[in-house]
């Protein structure tokens, strides 16, 4: 093999191997964005918190969060707003359900659409209670904001 053809060889089959990592990469941009911000944000104690209703809301980081208290005692945490267009639900505890006014969608007390046109469950976000103290930790990532 000719010096002038090996260079031409080792050229495009560095350049096929980087086109393939590329493609690679495309199909599973997770791998590239590996470095997840997690905001941790204690609200308060859950006794104060929930002690006239089952459902707060709290401005987080400029988002709005709705914190609701199930039957069960637990607590879920969502992202106020609707992924239809980006209104504001509210929870309606007469109708046990997430409402948004803006077009009409309805949100289950898990937070997934079921009635309106979203398609997309309410965005939740992890929250945790420190039993020492019963206050209420919400930990908030890229996605969940
Ligand atoms: S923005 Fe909520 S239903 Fe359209």
């Keep these: 093999m000719k010096r002038r053809t090996f ?9 096929l191997s980087g086109l393939s990592l590329l493609t690679f990469l495309g199909l599973f941009p997770e791998l590239i964005n590996q470095k997840k911000s997690i905001r941790k944000v204690i609200l308060g104690k859950a006794s104060d918190l929930f002690s006239s209703s089952k459902a707060i809301v709290r401005k987080v980081h400029d988002e709005t969060v709705i914190l609701l208290q199930k039957q069960t005692g637990d607590i879920e945490a969502f992202n106020a707003k609707c992924t239809h267009a ?34 997309k469950p309410l965005t939740k976000i992890q929250v945790d209670i420190r039993i020492s103290s019963d206050e209420i930790i919400l930990y908030l990532d890229d996605k969940s904001v």
């Design 7 to 15: 260079f031409q060889q080792i050229i495009k089959y560095t350049s």
């Design 86 to 119: 980006g209104c504001m639900v509210e929870w309606k505890e007469t109708q046990h359900a997430f409402l948004c006014k803006c077009h009409g969608g309805i949100f289950n007390e898990k937070g997934d659409p079921i009635a309106g046109p979203p398609k």
